[in-house]
Nanobody, 117 residues
Framework: QVQLVESGGGLVQPGGSLRLSCAAS????????MGWHRQAPGKERELVAV???????NYADSVKGRFAISRDNAKKTVYLQMNSLKPEDTAVYYC???????????WGQGTQVTVSS
């Protein structure tokens, strides 16, 4: 059984910062891509950022230059540093961790990020 535990969401003012974490535990091995997605009310889930096991990263255009994804392979943890947050970043953020045996990945439970004054 695999669990992904997310943390770090909350309420922040525009221009503020948050750091999300997602730790994988259980029977998950040979982890490949680790990523963050988000879903705002009334919208489809979208990819925010992804990092490969080689450290290559890719970002949605809307967050380039403001967000940074990183990973700690020893801890099976992926992070999302979010700076210069905007109200349009408000969403539930989900992590996804893919492995060799499960390329579609496992999903976290989601953490709410609200950007508002």
């Amino acid at each position: 059984q695999v669990q992904l535990v997310e943390s770090g969401g909350g309420l922040v003012q525009p221009g503020g910062s948050l750091r999300l974490s997602c730790a994988a535990s259980g029977s998950i091995f040979a982890i490949n891509n680790m990523g963050w997605h988000r879903q705002a009310p009334g919208k489809e889930r979208e990819l925010v950022a992804v990092i490969t096991n080689g450290g290559n990263t890719n970002y949605a255009d809307s967050v380039k230059g403001r967000f940074a994804i990183s990973r700690d392979n020893a801890k099976k943890t992926v992070y999302l540093q979010m700076n210069s947050l905007k109200p349009e970043d408000t969403a539930v953020y989900y992590c996804n961790v893919a492995s060799a045996s499960r390329p579609q990945g496992y999903w976290g439970q989601g953490t709410q990020v609200t950007v508002s004054s």
